[in-house]
């Protein structure tokens, strides 16, 4: 299947600072780049869905100032967490479709975020 | 309301016996169900996918199955190894819009000892 790389894989950053994760798709053109949270032992829950080269859509109770989503190209979507806090420690995960409604979506490695 | 239900939570089985997991939906409309092999502190994997009109596919030791009828899906894993042990996600997507929504299950947490 598809490649998608997400960077970095675990990132440990001070209590209102901001962090920067990377999805990317290496092998094929995503028009839609996902972004989820998942809480130990708990489902992935959607946060917010972007096309690229557009607003991203962010689901209801999602703050998009503090979870900031770009996709400015077709490989590239990112996530930054601003003023982080202790609180939005968690594992955060990327997955990328391409081209039609309902193609297969590929997922990145995930990205384990700890606030302190 | 589309809702994704998966049982049991958790299952512990010995090394190369089989093993059946459930998923129960209730998305409507349809448009198809995965299944995907999530390793602890890893992104999900997929294992299968199945449109409404396919009632069974195989990848390997994993088969899953499909009533599109009564919205079940089960994956059988056979043989099991120590290297299955993981979460299992059963994922349904719609057709009601354009970008085929997911809805994800809790998973079942499979530990396979030796």
């Known amino acids: 299947g598809a490649v998608v790389s997400q960077h970095p894989s675990r990132v440990i950053c001070k209590s209102g600072t901001s962090v920067k994760i990377e999805c990317r798709s290496l092998d094929f053109q995503a028009t839609t780049m996902f972004w989820y949270r998942q809480f130990p032992k708990k489902s992935l829950m959607l946060m917010a869905t972007?096309?690229?080269?557009?607003?991203?859509?962010?689901e209801q109770g999602v703050e998009k100032d503090k979870f900031l989503i770009n996709h400015a190209s077709l490989t590239l979507s990112t996530l930054t967490v601003t003023s982080a806090h202790p609180e939005d420690s968690s594992f955060y995960i990327c997955?990328?479709?391409?081209?039609?409604?309902?193609?297969?979506?590929?997922f990145g490695q995930g990205t384990r975020l700890t606030v302190v | 309301k589309n809702q994704v239900e998966q049982s049991p939570q958790s299952l512990i089985i010995l090394e190369g016996k089989n093993c059946t997991l459930q998923?129960?939906?209730?998305?409507?409309?349809?448009?198809?169900l995965r299944w995907y092999k999530q390793d602890t502190g890893r992104g999900p994997v997929s294992l299968t996918i199945?449109?409404?009109?396919?009632n069974t596919k195989s990848n390997g030791r994993y088969t899953a199955t499909l009533d599109a009828d009564t919205k079940q899906s089960s994956l059988h894993i056979t043989a099991s190894q120590l290297s299955d042990s993981a979460s299992y996600i059963c994922?349904?997507?719609?057709?009601?819009?354009?970008?085929?929504?997911?809805?994800f299950g809790r998973g079942t947490q499979l530990t396979v000892w030796p």
């Open positions: 997955s990328a479709r391409s081209g039609q409604t309902n193609t297969e979506a590929f």
């Open positions: 972007s096309n690229e080269g557009s607003k991203a859509t962010y």
């Open positions: 994922v349904v997507s719609d057709r009601g819009s354009t970008l085929g929504r997911l809805y």
């Open positions: 998923c129960n939906y209730t998305v409507s409309p349809f448009s198809n």
């Open positions: 199945m449109t409404f009109s396919e």
